[in-house]
Each structure stands twice: as C-alpha cells, then as structure tokens.
C-alpha cells in the first residue's frame, strides 16, 4: 500500500533523528571540561576493598603537600635550564640533557628552569618513587613551568639504579622533541670505580642516537674488564638490544637488581619503551659491541666486527635469575583491580576516531584505582587492543607475578615500566606506600595523549591542581 | 536523491579502490626501503605514524589508509544509510545498511589483523564484498532511475 509522500518523509526523518541522535550524544558526552580535576575524573575502583576513608570531597592532604619530609641543605644539587632550539628542546643546551650522578640516600635538589618554552615543562623522575608533589606530571602534582619560572625538586633516592627524567607536560611532544636525560643513582657503598656507561637511546625525528649521536661509539676499556651498561630507552617503542663477541648478564631491570642473574648469549632483551636494564659484560680479548636495534651500538674495547644481526630469542624475565624473597608478602592482596585495554571507535573530546578503552571505557570514563595507605594491591591487565603497550606506574614498583597465567619462577620481577603485548595478560602487584594521586598509563606517550592514562589514588589525599584548556597543564 | 544514493554509493566503492591502491602502494615503498639497507623497526612506526617523521615518502599510503579507513569511510557509510531513508531506491536501506554493516567489519577486521594476521586476510576478502555491494547499490539506483524516466516521473528535489 503506496504511503503519501510527507508520511514517508516523516519516517526518513525520524530514522535519520534515530540514527545520528546516538552518535550526536557520544559525541557531547565525550567533550573535556574546559577545566577539570583528574581525582573527580572517571569511576572510583576499589577493587573489593573497602570504601573508607575514601571521601575526597571531605578534605585530606593536599598533593602539594607531599613533599620530601628531610629538610636542611641538600647533599647534591643541579639546574636543569630547559629551552627551545628550533622544532627541538635542549636540558642545559644539549639533548639528551646532561647524566645526573647522585648517591643513594642523598638528599637531592635539581632546579628546573623554563627559559622560553611557552607551553610550559616539568621534569618527571621516572623510575624513581619519589614524594607525590615531587612526581613533575603537569596539573596532576604541580603546575606546569611557565616562561622565565622555576620549580625546585627535592627527593632522597632510596634505591640504586638507572633512571631518567623527563617532561611531564605534553609529554608525547616534548620528550619526542628532546626534554630528557638520564639518572644514574650510585650505590652508598659502592666498590673501587665501576667502568658503567650510560647508553640513553633516542629518537630525533627518524634519526636513532645513542647518547644523542648516530651510529657506533667505544668506550676505552681493556680486556678482562667488567662493564656495566645502563640503558635508557626513551623512544615511544620497545626495542630489541644484545651483545655480539661476548655472553653477557642482565644484572637490573628498571633500577632493580636481578638476583643472580644467568650468563646469556646469542638472544636479545626486549627494552620496553620508558624501562632500563643494565647490562653486565666483561670485556673478551677481541672486544665487544652491545648492539641497539640494528641502529646505535656501544662498542667495548675492540669492535668485534660484523653487521647488527638481531637474534631470534629473548631473555624472558618470568624465568631469568633465580627465586629470593620479594622483601613483601603480596599473597593476601587488600585489592584487586582490572586493567583491561580495549580499542573501539568512538570519540575523544569531540574528535572521532578508534581510541583506546580501560575496562571497557573511553577516557575519561575509566577507573580511579582507590587504594589506602599499607594495602596490597594486585592488577589484573589485560590486553586486547591489537596494539602493545609499555605501562608505566608513577611512584611505585610493582611485581610481576605471572604472564598469561603461567607463575613467574624466576628472580623477583620489579618493573615501573611493563610492556604488556596484544593478547597478553599480566597479574603484577604492589604496596601501596607512597600516598598521593599517581599516574598508571602507556608510555608510548602518543597513546597517552589518546587517552590511555588511568591514576591510582590514595585514601586522604586530595588534589592541588588542575588540567584542561582553560588551565596551563596538559601532562599528556 | 535517488542520484545522491547513487553518486554515495559509487563514491564508497571508488573509496575501496583508493584503500586498495594507496596500500600497496606503501608497502612497495617499504620493500624498497628495506632493499635500499634501510631500518624499520617498531620505533620507525611510531615516529612515522605519531610523529610525522615517515622514512620513505610511500609510507604516506598507509598513514593515509588508516585515516580514510577508520574516519571518512564510516562517516560516509553512515551518510549513505541517512540520504537512503530519503532516496526511494526499491531495498536501497537494506543495501544501505548491508554497506554500514560490511565498513564496521573491515574496520574491526583491520584492527584486529594486527593481533590475528588472519584477520588482516580478511579484511582484504571483506574489501571486495564491500566494493561489490557498494557497485549493486549504485546499479540499482541508476536502473530506478531510469524506471522512473520512462514512467515519466520526476524526482522532487525538496524533501
């Protein structure tokens, strides 16, 4: 039966209404607040524990507050001046900025300096657990420094390793474009000069440095020699390094020691975006090369020659050194928490497009891990977005405890950088003892930006500061 | 409307012919690339994608394969089944709708080709699915077109 020609014109209306108005309301829903506070951000997850003390409109302890308790002069210091040149940034006129060497326990104070970025910057200590106010994430733990301002960082390492510092304000820019450098925190009883080079690999537009330099670089040592080397990644991608002409041993993975780490040769590490490991190798009578990708390479007395040629097998962490005590009981977590990575169309503050999900969510629509002070909290992450992803939890270590459901066996696995591969799963676990609000996101820093960043938030403490348009800060 | 359904309809399977082209277009820059002793690793990805730093010229067809993939094609899909509630194609939203639901596929078969390489086997059957319902829909709407003239009927062109 033939319908009248407005009737049917209703009806396409009506579909078309039906249709778009979904869309319509993902879209106004998915608009950022000009300004807004990442601590109202989202849902509270509290991951089975209880909910008390968790009132965060009820006041607590300012973020601003959380500062290094030791006062009195410092035991080291320095000033980072960070300034453009052009599309590239510079840390006291080079990038990589300059290595900073500091003493386990020491009480350090670094001065960062805006000399003309206008965007503003902030130094994060990555790796280091340092006090929440002292973590450097723009509107998160202070606000970002303007033009001709400063911001002093005061910490106490406690824990001997390779770190690195970097820009916490549109971080997935500024570090691509230069804002880094290294952190080398000696041992307090350290033996007779160790021979340990820093090898910080980055990316300057497509061109790969080592230490801010292209190609292959020696170290003056002598065979019989034992070397340790530190390396940095700071790219956004995880990339495969090794050492050709001598075994060697992975003696700490992101600042952690291994316990009695194997001899390996003839496989790769896997260097998550963001982590470090440092290299043993002692140096053989026709030298040796540690070897960056097929990109940069560290040659170690001698080149023993040859072309970059990546093995086929990798030094897997679940079983690499051998069993100690983790120092913690994590077996009767106080919570659980899902952290599970999707992707799936939608949109990201008005802009369309296929973005990553927690839980199921859109940014900024995901959890607020909600802990207290003293729990154990265990993460179950989960990732099914078709893309890997090198997680990245502030002011903590967190230990893995099995990949895929198979138990790690072998030395305790601390990692503040995780790379969590396409249809992995990872159950690691942490003590809650650094209060504050703490970012837990993907360190391929792009992917942040894209929304990829959840917080774990601590009972008692509420926030300082602010992000959005209408504020300075942009962490991502 | 009827030639805004059919000019949509051959646009989107014009659009598949494009993805196609600009494809292998890029990943033949890249075999050259890599023949020319260059490096690609998974940073070189990145930096190219994210960053805009792409190490071979070709590499512009896949950045612009996912753009077109993942944002005009959906949007022009979804334009098509609003302007077939409109067009009186005979099962023009039925064809409409089949070519929505086939650009949700691919996409989806896209993304997860990255974790099941089978998938991205997929993705390339389902392209010539799309293409060929796309093509059915645009003959259809040109033969009602036709229909029409010969039944001496003249499409309003106000709603």
């Known amino acids: 039966m033939p319908r009248s020609g407005r009737a049917r014109s209703l009806v396409a209306v009506a579909a078309a209404v039906l249709l778009l108005a979904p869309v319509a309301w993902m879209w106004w829903t998915s608009l950022l607040p000009d300004t807004y506070d990442v601590a109202e951000m989202g849902y509270a997850d509290y991951g089975g524990g209880p909910r008390a003390g968790h009132d965060h ?24 001046t960070v300034r453009t040149d052009g599309d590239r940034y510079t840390v006291n006129g080079t990038s990589p900025g300059p290595e900073l060497r500091v003493t386990q326990g020491d009480l350090v104070e670094v001065t ?5 970025v206008d965007e503003g910057t902030t130094l994060h200590w990555h790796g280091i657990d340092v006090p929440n106010a002292m973590d450097g994430v723009a509107g998160v733990t202070q606000d970002a420094v303007m033009p001709g301002d400063s911001f002093t960082y005061r910490f106490v390492p406690v824990r001997a390793g390779t770190y690195w510092y970097h820009a916490h304000q549109v971080s997935h820019e500024q570090v691509r474009r230069g804002v880094l450098g290294a952190v080398v925190v000696e041992p307090r009883k350290s033996r007779a000069a160790p021979i340990d080079p820093v090898a910080v690999l980055h990316r300057y537009g497509s061109t790969p440095t080592l230490n801010g330099r292209e190609g292959r670089q020696e170290v003056d040592v002598q065979p019989g020699d034992e070397v340790r080397v530190r390396v940095v990644n700071t790219d956004n991608a995880l990339m495969p390094i090794w050492v050709t002409g001598a075994p060697y041993r992975v003696l700490a993975v992101d600042g952690v020691d291994v316990h009695e780490p194997g001899e390996v040769s003839g496989v790769a590490v896997k260097l998550t975006a963001g982590a470090r490991v440092d290299l043993g190798v002692v140096v053989p009578d026709g030298g ?17 020659g040859g072309d ?14 051998t069993p100690a005590d983790p120092g913690v009981d994590l077996t009767r977590p106080d919570r659980e928490f899902d952290y ?15 973005w990553w999900t927690v839980n199921g969510h859109l940014f900024p629509d995901i959890p607020m891990y909600m802990v207290d002070e003293g729990d154990v909290a265990v993460f179950h992450i989960e990732n099914e977005s078709g893309e890997s992803h090198p997680m990245h939890l502030h002011g903590h270590h967190a230990l893995v405890l099995s990949r895929d459901g198979e138990p790690a066996t072998g030395s305790p696995w601390w990692i503040d950088s995780l790379e969590v591969g396409t249809g992995e799963t990872f159950d690691i676990a942490l003590v809650a003892d650094n209060p504050g609000i703490w970012m837990d996101h993907c360190h391929n820093l792009q992917h942040a930006a894209e929304g990829l960043v959840a917080h774990l938030m601590y009972s008692g403490v ?15 | 409307m009827k030639q805004v359904y059919r000019v949509m309809a051959y646009l989107i399977a014009l659009e598949v012919v494009v993805q196609a082209a600009v494809m292998v277009w890029g990943i033949a820059g890249l075999g050259i690339w890599v023949d020319d002793g260059g490096v690609v690793d998974k940073q070189t990805f990145e930096d190219a994608f994210d960053g805009g730093e792409a190490p071979f010229d070709e590499f512009a067809g896949l950045m612009i394969h996912g753009m077109n993939g993942m944002m005009i094609i959906p949007g022009l899909a979804l334009l098509f089944v609003i302007v077939s509630f409109f067009a009186k194609v005979p099962k023009g939203v039925a064809f409409a709708f089949g070519v929505l639901g086939l650009v949700v596929l691919q996409v989806f078969l896209g993304l997860f ?15 010539m699915l799309l293409f060929g319902v796309a093509v059915i829909a645009g003959v259809r709407a040109s033969r009602s077109i036709k229909a029409d003239r010969a039944a001496g009927v003249h499409e309003r062109v106000a709603v």
């Open chain 1, 57 to 80: 409109h009820g006041g607590g302890v300012p973020v601003a507050d959380l500062v290094e308790e030791r006062r009195g002069p410092p035991d080291e210091e320095a000033t980072l």
């Open chain 1, 112 to 116: 960062l300096v805006n000399e003309d």
């Open chain 1, 288 to 304: 040796a090369r540690v070897d960056f990708g097929a990109t940069t390479a560290l040659v170690l007395g001698e080149d023993p």
């Open chain 1, 308 to 321: 970059a040629r990546a093995p086929r097998e990798f030094v897997d962490f679940l079983s690499y050194g």
């Open chain 1, 340 to 354: 599970r990575i999707g992707r799936r169309p939608g949109f990201l503050d008005g802009r369309p497009g296929v």
């Open chain 1, 462 to 476: 509420s926030s300082s500061f602010k992000v959005g348009d209408d504020t300075d800060n942009h962490p991502e």
């Open chain 2, 113 to 127: 080709g990255h974790e099941f390489a089978v998938l991205g086997g997929l993705h390339g059957v389902n392209a």
